[in-house]
Structure formats: C-alpha cells, structure tokens
C-alpha cells in the first residue's frame, strides 16, 4: 500500500503541474467532501465496536500516554535537530510544536516575526503528513500504537482513515483522541517557543 500511496502522490504532483489553475478550486472542495465520506465510514466502524469504548473508559488517564509521547518526542527531535543544524534551540521546539498542523504553525511562527522559521514550520509539517501516509503501513504491523506517533495532530482527521485501515477499532479511538490533544496542544506551545 506504501508504494500505491506514494505513486498517487507522484501522480498528483504531476497532474498539478500541468492542470489549470481553475480546477484547484474544485480538488479542494472535492477533497474536503471524500475526508467527510471517509471520516464518516471511520465513525461507522467504531460506533460497530461498542465494547472498545468501554475498553477505552477503562484506561482512564493512561489514554494520554500516547498524545503526551508524540508531543514529547516530536519536542525532543526538534531540540536534536536544532543541536544538529546549530539553530536556536527555541526555534527547533517551534517548528515541531506544530505536531503536523503545517496549515497553522507556518503562520503562527510567521505572525511571531519569524518568516523563515514560519515557512520551515509549514514544510516540515508538510513532510511529517507526507511520511505518516507512507510509515503507518509499515509501522502498523510492527506494532499499531507505534503508527499513531508520526500522525501528530493529522490522527484526528487527515490521517485518521489510513490508522483505522492499518489497525483496529480500538487503535484508530485512540488515535482519534491523540489527534485531538495535539490539535489543542499546537496553538499553546508554537507561541510559547517562538
């Protein structure tokens, strides 16, 4: 499946490269509806499997685990990186705070007078969701909550589905809830690190 997902994307670079303009308007409102179709078939096989929601209440506050080690682990390889790059360790942790939510920590590090750091933000959230699509299928028979980790704040929608596909009902709650988590997180800790 990691081959099928990255020769759509190769597919779809080329088809935007040659496509006219106009029918960027179009993909997005089409791609927005198929996310909808998608998440919708994701809530339908949870709601089936009633018993991991008590599965799930049974864990109590051991379910933050997960979105806490993204989180952490996301904050740690921005510092190595920022070691590595001899970058301001603050703009490091900045730049992953955005947990995958490329759309928002760009401009947040941007708006914060840090165009640079904005637009390296956006990428590398951009990549992170890039490699996520590629990684879960890998990293899901291996061990299925290791698929959830590079999903970031994405494992509440964008890469919700491939999670449900690649793992279980249970996992793909749990995903769902670590999304949530960083999502609520991001917009607290970009600006505190900028």
Do not use: H
């Amino acid at each position: 499946m990691s081959k099928a997902i990255l020769i759509a994307l190769v597919l779809g670079i080329g088809a935007g490269v040659v496509m006219p303009e106009s029918v960027s308007g179009f993909l997005d409102t089409a791609s927005s509806y198929m996310l909808l179709i998608l998440l919708f078939s994701v809530g339908i096989d949870m709601g089936v499997n009633r018993e991991v929601f008590g599965q799930i209440r049974r864990m109590g506050l051991r379910i933050l685990v997960i979105p806490l080690g993204v989180i952490l682990g996301s904050l740690a390889g921005g510092a190595v990186c920022a070691m590595i790059l001899r970058m301001d360790i603050k703009e490091g942790l900045a730049i992953t705070s955005g947990l995958g939510w490329y759309s928002l920590s760009g401009i947040l590090m941007t708006e914060a007078g840090n165009p640079i750091g904005g637009t390296i933000s956006f990428l590398s959230n951009v990549f992170r969701e890039v490699l996520t699509f590629l990684l879960v299928p890998v990293l899901a028979g291996r061990n299925v909550y290791t698929a959830i980790a590079p999903a970031g704040a994405t494992a509440m929608d964008t890469t919700l589905p491939l999670l449900s596909k690649y793992t279980d009902s249970k996992t793909a709650i749990l995903a769902f809830v670590s999304g949530v988590i960083c999502t609520l997180a991001m917009p607290v800790l970009v600006p505190l690190f900028c």
